[in-house]
């Protein structure tokens, strides 16, 4: 079977480790079973030549701690990946792995939804107990926008509909952040009014992407964790500065960093990036970014994680 599991931009500003939205780039993983217990792994694409080509392989872990968590010992399997999501750019692209190593886990357990295919509740549970928050993997299972959460004996998702007049556009680094040199960044605690201000814009968030893009660049302040990770990543700020301040454009830092997500829009109809209205957005913030940026517009992806036909 060959799993596609999409990238993913966390926090969009307010939402720290509970907001996420689905991208249409993808990373690839071909499972092949094998009459053997024998394993072998093979990488294009990004992280070629760095990533291990063993067990330590996260698809390989993923699917491992997902047989082991209804008490099975995995099979021998051939594991082909070919990696779209940049490493390390705040893409979700951990979690594309991870999510794609529990969906074929899933299938090869048999464990399937209410649409025929993999359990996706199933798959998110395991997912993210694995990540240990919420934010990447449950638009990577669910696709669209997503509010994640913890609940007591588990996580919890809703995946509202995006409105059709927004587009992601994202601002890719040549340069890495890990996600932990982010995190390490935050501190233990934060003043209470930045809290209350955050928890508002994150409401504020899910009504813009739901139905009124207007309040998109109110929507996506933040006070409790962009400013804090500013040394590790100081072009990233500068770049969402320059975009809000000059070009009143609604960017934030994408996940953990160093990418930067704008949500462009329009004002009626369906955006895309050959738009009118979408195209001279780009166009300022290809202008802004300069040529160390990779800028890419990419459409929602609504679906999330998916397995087509199993390979005969």
Known sequence: MTVHAPATSANLGPGYDALGLALCLYNEFEVR????????????????????????????????????????????????????????????????AIVGGVTAAAALLGRTGPDGGPDRDWIYQVAADIEGHPD???????????????????WGAVSPAVDPRILPVVCVPGWRVS???????????????????????????????????EGLYAATRDRLHEAYRAPAMPRTLDLVSDLREHEN????????????????????????????EIARQVDSIRWRAGNDWDVRPLHVEPAGVWTPSPHP
């Open 136 to 154: 990447n993997v449950a638009p990577c299972v669910y696709g669209g926008y997503t509010v994640a959460y913890r609940e007591d004996r588990g």
């Open 33 to 96: 079973l094998r009459d053997d217990d024998r394993l072998t792994v093979s990488v294009e694409g990004e992280g070629a030549g760095e990533v291990p080509l063993d067990g330590r392989h996260l698809v390989v872990r993923s699917l491992h701690a997902a047989f082991d968590r209804v008490g099975e010992k995995a099979p021998g399997l051939d594991l082909a990946c070919v990696n779209r999501v940049p490493h390390a750019r705040g893409l979700g692209s951990s979690s594309s």
């Open 249 to 276: 454009l609604p960017a934030v830092v994408s996940g953990a960093g160093p990418t930067v997500l704008v949500l462009c829009s329009v004002t009626e109809g369906v955006a895309a990036p050959e738009t009118p």
């Open 179 to 213: 996600t932990a040199q982010a995190r390490g960044l935050l501190p233990e605690t934060v003043p209470h009014a930045d809290a209350a201000f955050n928890a508002g814009r994150a409401a504020l968030m899910t009504a813009a992407v739901c139905g009124h893009p």
